[in-house]
């Protein structure tokens, strides 16, 4: 019943004002990759979104899930993954767990993240997803038939939040041509401390460094085309406050560092895609029971 008013009290919250891009912040996006829109949804917004994700691991089982095979990366774990795309699944950090396969610490500090569709299956994260300023939003960046492929909240937890090292987003959700884009929404405060995003500006305009694929095996390769590291060196801190949001171009390198702070770092993603791209069968992602949808 509890859980029932939660969902019931962020339906009402006042999701969210209309944000429109000016010519100089396209022109912005386009040179550096990435766009950083401050207060796009409202603090109290934020902590409406925290709060009924608290609600949402209060109820999950970790039981659900074999902890030692998801310690261990077995085969079962891995499927896991990857039928996550049309589901609500919750993921664990690596450093969550003891040699024993126990847990460190409760699991609302050892949850890494939750995916993929919850823009589809969870009505909140539904409404956010669909709300008019990111519809709006889309369109103003050019994605004229919008498919919405995945959606995940991370949580970057205190002391355990581990680092995401530098990709192109592109790699995992290759769409061809690319228009891949993923929005990045702080849902609390990101600084250097707790593991703030990090991107190397301009470098959107390069290929594709690797693509992460599913085997016919029903496994899944990583597939180089260039060696070359990113030279992280390049790299500038992406700090921002909750309710910003980050538009971030599917080739552009972005990572972030482990949090060794003791504030935990919330932020949820969505990644859309235009329908005018192919999006291939062999991408990781599939979402067989929900074809992917606009924003209807
Ligand atoms: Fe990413």
Not at 5 to 23: A, M
Not at 58 to 64: K, L
Request: charged letters at 25%.
């Amino acid at each position: 019943m509890h859980r029932v008013l939660i969902v019931l009290l962020c339906l009402s919250c006042p999701i969210f004002s209309l944000s429109v891009l000016k010519d100089e912040q396209l022109q912005r996006f386009n040179q550096d990759g990435y766009l950083i829109l401050p207060q796009f949804i409202d603090a109290e917004d934020c902590d409406c979104l925290k709060t009924h994700v608290a609600e949402l691991l209060e109820a999950f089982d970790p039981s659900d899930v074999s902890i030692f095979e998801t310690l261990n990366q077995t085969q079962s774990a891995d499927q896991y993954f990857l039928d996550s795309g049309d589901k609500i699944r919750f993921f664990f950090e690596k450093d969550a767990f003891y040699p024993d396969g126990s847990l460190k610490q409760s699991k609302e500090f050892s949850i890494n993240k939750i995916g993929h569709a919850m823009h589809v299956l969870d009505p909140v994260f539904r409404q956010f997803s669909t709300s008019d300023s990111l519809v709006k939003l889309t369109e103003d960046i050019g994605i004229k038939n919008p498919l919405l492929i995945q959606s995940m909240y991370i949580f970057k937890q205190p002391r355990i939040g581990g680092e995401v090292t530098c990709h192109q987003d592109a790699s995992f959700l290759y769409s061809e041509p690319n228009t891949t884009i993923g929005y990045w929404i702080a849902i609390e405060d990101a600084t250097i401390e707790n593991g703030c995003l990090w991107a190397i500006p301009g470098e959107h305009h390069l290929p594709l460094k690797k693509r992460f694929v599913r085997t016919e095996d029903g496994k899944t390769r990583m597939i180089t085309f260039d060696e070359t590291p990113w030279d992280l060196s390049k790299m500038v801190p992406l700090e921002v406050k909750k309710g910003t949001l980050i538009i971030l171009h599917g080739h552009i390198p972005h990572m972030s560092y482990a949090n060794y702070s003791s504030k935990s770092r919330h932020a949820f993603t969505l990644h859309v895609i235009d329908s005018s791209s192919s999006f291939p069968r062999d991408n990781w992602l599939r979402s067989e029971e929900l074809p992917f949808k606009g924003f209807e």
